[in-house]
């Protein structure tokens, strides 16, 4: 039972944390002029960039946009964009800049 309730504990101290990088992806998406209407929801994904490197990252489309995924990173400095992802090709284009509001 002692099992159950540790990781119980555990899975929603992960979901808050989740939770909250998406809601400062928002934030800092609202700070740059664009509103909740303008991009998709946001989704939570992890990459692993190399064995046992994982990577947290929220991904945005921006509905005037919609062949690019943006994804957006937490860092020492806050919420930074990371990288885009060609929705046609799905390969990462780290030379395109996030939209501009």
């Known amino acids: 039972m002692f099992f159950y309730w540790y990781l119980s504990g555990f899975f929603g ?7 909250d990088f998406k809601n400062e992806v928002v934030e ?5 002029g664009f509103t909740p209407e303008e ?5 939570y ?4 960039v190399m064995k046992g490197l994982k990577v947290d990252t929220i991904e945005i489309i921006f509905y005037e946009e919609r062949n690019y995924t943006y994804s957006y990173m937490r860092t ?5 964009f990371a990288h885009a992802i ?12 996030e939209p501009i509001k």
């Open 45 to 48: 994904v992890k990459y692993e």
């Open 39 to 43: 991009y998709s929801p946001p989704k």
């Open 86 to 97: 060609n929705e046609d090709t799905g390969e990462r284009d780290y030379d395109k800049e």
């Open 28 to 32: 800092s998406l609202n700070k740059k």
């Open 76 to 80: 020492a400095d806050g919420i930074e």
């Open 13 to 19: 101290i992960q979901n808050i944390k989740v939770e």
